[in-house]
């Protein structure tokens, strides 16, 4: 049984910086690709960054390209996501998805799920 779990979340000044990070278990993560998604207050769930854990290509969303990077530590089985350059419009709780599709981007696609780390950046 595949489990995610997020760590790393926080409260953080615009422009700032703060990494969060998802521990897998329960499976062989090489045919996988993990995903970041987040969900703001009243919106809907909307992809974040990608990546393929084997061969490590990744992909982004076109509002956080450049300010975020997602990479992954193998020998630990943590695929961790560097938030840099901060904005308010960042604020929302994310989520750590695996998939066996990937080129996966899209919630729906994604079969395995964390249960969600705070992000929240002030003004």
């Known amino acids: 049984q595949v489990q995610l779990v997020e760590s790393g979340g926080g409260l953080v000044q615009a422009g700032g910086s703060l990494r969060v990070s998802c521990a897998a278990s329960?499976?062989?993560?090489?045919?996988?690709?993990v995903a970041w998604f987040r969900q703001a207050p009243g919106k809907e769930r909307e992809f974040v960054a990608r990546i393929q854990w084997s061969g490590g290509l990744t992909y982004y969303a076109g509002s956080v390209r450049g300010r975020f990077t997602i990479s992954r530590a193998n020998a630990e089985n943590t695929v961790n996501l560097q938030m840099n350059s901060l904005k308010p419009e960042d604020t929302a709780v994310y989520y750590c998805?695996?998939?066996?599709?990937?080129?996966?981007?899209?919630?729906?696609?994604?079969?395995?799920w964390g249960q969600g780390t705070q992000v929240t950046v002030s003004s």
């Open positions: 998805a695996a998939s066996r599709a990937l080129t996966a981007y899209v919630a729906r696609d994604f079969r395995y």
């Open positions: 329960g499976g062989t993560f090489s045919s996988y690709s």
